[in-house]
T-cell receptor, first 117, second 112 residues
């Protein structure tokens, strides 16, 4: 199945600076890459996603880039604010068996983003 | 209001006592999943369902069962819970597996 590696596990940045979180995946057939944000004590919520037919997608201060050749995708947050403090998860779908049918989503282990005032 | 609900939200039980965590969505979604969340391990998929009567194992299915008799409901069953199943459980639903997943509020389970 799919293997998703996420780095770093913890990221501390000064308020106003940028933050970048990177994920790598193993299944070259994966074609959908979402990012979820989970605030303390809350449920995960989608913040942005990208499909394999584009290389970059932006939504205000957040952006996601995809490099299918290298099999990695990254979340970029600019002008960080205190409300950006949370755990961020990347995910990718994959095939359960090589050449087989659809599989579920595999999530990275998460990045705890800390915004320092 | 479009939502995913789970019950109970908190449960403390003992080893071997069968339990069911219910999950229900009102968005007519075909795809539903169960995840467990443990510190340092992120979200791991237990089971998923592509549609009514279609379920399949995720990454960590051992010790769990699911059923999908109706489109809106996807209960998670622990036939004989063990302490290593102590975790935070999330149910999620989406139109397809490649769309936004909407998560329920979570169920915190403790097995003594």
């Amino acid at each position: 199945g799919e293997n998703v590696e996420q780095h770093p596990s913890t990221l501390s940045v000064q308020e106003g600076d940028s933050a970048v979180i990177k994920c790598t995946y193993s299944d070259s057939a994966s074609n959908y890459f979402p990012w979820y944000k989970q605030e303390l004590g809350k449920r995960p919520q989608l913040i942005i996603d990208i499909r394999s037919n584009v290389g970059e997608k932006k939504d205000q201060r957040i952006a996601v880039t995809l490099n299918k050749t290298a099999k990695h995708f990254s979340l970029h947050i600019t002008e960080t604010q205190p409300e950006d403090s949370a755990v961020y998860f990347c995910a990718a779908p994959g095939r359960k068996y090589s050449g087989g049918g659809a599989d579920g989503l595999t999530f990275g282990k998460g990045t705890h983003l800390i915004i320092q005032p | 209001e479009a939502q995913v609900t789970q019950n109970p939200r908190y449960l403390i039980t003992v080893t071997g006592k069968k339990l069911t965590v219910t999950c229900s969505q009102n968005m007519n979604h075909e795809y539903m999943s169960w995840y467990r969340q443990d510190p340092g391990l992120g979200l791991r998929q237990i089971y998923y369902s592509m549609n009514v009567e279609v379920t399949d194992k995720g990454d960590v299915p051992e010790g769990y069962k699911v059923s999908r008799k109706e489109k809106r409901n996807f209960p998670l069953i622990l036939e004989s819970p063990s302490p290593n199943q102590t975790s935070l459980y999330f149910c999620a639903s989406s139109s397809t597996r490649l769309d936004t997943q909407y998560f329920g509020p979570g169920t915190r389970l403790t097995v003594l």
